[in-house]
């Protein structure tokens, strides 16, 4: 059960960052973003 459990979570979270990046690239924020990581 607790592997089972483990594995939702982290489908979860991955499908959320799948989204989120998505919604960032529709934006355009990941460039500017990425700009302001590198400096």
Same mark, same amino acid.
């Given at each position: ?14 499908? *959320? ?5 998505? *919604? ?12 302001? *990581?590198?400096?």
């Amino acid at each position: 059960m607790e592997l089972d459990l483990n594995s939702q979570v982290l489908f979860s979270f991955q499908r *959320i960052s799948v989204n989120f990046s998505a *919604i960032y690239d529709k934006m355009g924020v990941s460039q500017k973003m990425t700009h302001r *990581i590198k400096f």
